[in-house]
């Protein structure tokens, strides 16, 4: 089954203690993105990738890493959480980046997401 | 960077026809415009994509205007499932960066 899959489904942890959490895909899908999503904000990127050892700044990186050292996984690594990073996180994968000029249907998979708190 | 502003929230009843509009002022001439759905505890899910005048599928449709500047996703005939947020986004395709911006989501509870 083609799907993206996101670990762990829950966290809570405390600040300062460094953690991953890993996103994986099957459809050997170029991009893939980090997403958080909090009440009110909606949903905003945090970094994205356009293939393995291409990553890039979204709208809110600070506070976070990223690795594409393999194409289908691409971990999002929080090195000292902090209380305002608690989230509900969520990671996509498409073919090629969505809404890319001439291209059409790129739409984007996304995971479960990861509901992590910092206490 | 194109910005996206929707309507927080709509309410319909069964059965009728919804538009939904997105603003999209700075949208760049090689930006497609995409909507999802989001229900509560999941992944947001493609619903459409255009770049310009209509798209049709099965779920919905899309309006474009010329001056691309705004976007309207209608949902015909809603039911109580069609319950979700909308989010539309505008892909930012210039200078290499393919960054990705999300509206705020526009939140449509269905009556019955």
């Known amino acids: 089954e083609a799907q993206v899959t996101q670990n762990p489904r829950y966290l809570i942890t405390v600040t300062g203690k460094k953690l991953t959490v890993t996103c994986s895909q099957n459809m050997n899908h170029e991009y893939m993105s980090w997403y958080r999503q909090d009440p009110g904000l909606g949903l905003r990127q945090i970094y994205y990738s356009m293939n393995v050892e291409v990553t890039d700044k979204g709208d809110v990186p600070e506070g976070y890493k990223v690795s594409r050292k393999e194409k289908r996984n691409f971990p999002l690594i929080l090195e000292s959480p902090s209380p305002n990073q608690t989230s509900l996180y969520f990671c996509a994968s498409s073919p090629y980046p969505p809404g890319l000029a001439g291209e059409w249907g790129y739409e984007q998979y996304f995971g479960p997401g990861t509901r992590l708190t910092v206490t | 960077l194109a910005k996206t502003t929707q309507p927080i929230s709509m309410d319909s009843y069964e059965g009728q026809e919804v538009n939904i509009t997105c603003s999209h002022n700075?949208?760049?001439?090689?930006?497609?415009i995409t909507w999802y759905q989001q229900f509560p505890s999941q992944g947001p899910r493609f619903i459409i994509q255009g770049y310009k005048t209509k798209v049709t599928n099965e779920v919905a449709s899309l309006f474009i205007p010329a001056d691309r500047k705004s976007s309207t996703l209608s949902l015909p005939r809603v039911s109580l499932s069609d319950t979700a947020v909308y989010y539309c986004?505008?892909?930012?395709?210039?200078?290499?960066?393919?960054?990705?911006?999300f509206g705020k989501g526009t939140k449509l509870s269905v009556i019955p």
């Open positions: 700075n949208i760049a001439t090689n930006d497609y």
């Open positions: 986004l505008v892909g930012h395709s210039g200078a290499g960066s393919y960054q990705l911006t």
